[in-house]
């Protein structure tokens, strides 16, 4: 079975240009997670979504990022602008159901270095 | 609001030594606690929960025990072996929480040989 999908691996970008980063969930599940991974602030939950509609948003750390789910099997974060302190690993996990104790399937991660 | 506070790393120890990570939470329900393992260059991939108090989750040699008394949920290896090398995190989640993943800040254990 397929796990989650992230893409791309690796992303180098200069300060200024957007970045989109994309996820494909375990197919059947129903919700949806991003996270941000730095050596500074460990892991934070930026934003979730369960049966496409975002529920929680509150991680997200201001208006230059912005996370859509236009349908069950595909995902996107995007920053525009990027900046330098955006460099992290950013990780997508989905779940089959958010609304009890089930546990998360993370992808490999984007590592994402804005210069 | 909910929290998980674990030990600090890194933890060095050598192959075939004895492990204990441990892990304290504080949440106002009756969470599900988990412990999930990160390799390097990988996601967080489970490796043990427990739903209930007294219940002890095990995987891979590893154990962990829900204690609601002292509200702890500590990680336990007889043997670490080179491949556990890796960085670990204690979590829980809640009704209370909406069910998200509240992690501690993680724990790197290296084993060396």
Known sequence: DAGVIQSPRHEVTEMGQEVTL????IS??????????TMMRGLELLIYFNNNVPIDDSGMPEDRFSA???????????????EPRDSAVYFCASTPDSTSYNEQFFGPGTRLTVL | GDSVTQMEGPVTLSEEAFLTINCTYTATGYPSLFWYVQYPGEGLQLLLKAT????????????ATYRKETTSFHLEKGSVQ??????????????????KLI??????????P
């Open chain 1, 68 to 82: 859509k789910m236009p349908n069950a099997s595909f995902s996107t974060l995007k920053i525009q602008p990027s």
């Open chain 2, 82 to 99: 080179v491949s556990d090398s890796a960085v670990y995190f204690c979590a829980l989640s809640s009704m209370d929480s909406s069910y």
């Open chain 2, 103 to 112: 992690f501690g800040s993680g724990t790197r254990l290296l084993v060396r």
């Open chain 1, 28 to 37: 059947g599940h129903n919700s949806l997670f991003w996270y941000r991974q």
């Open chain 2, 52 to 63: 209930k108090a007294d219940d002890k989750g095990s995987n891979k040699g590893f154990e």
């Open chain 1, 22 to 25: 994309r996820c494909k969930p």
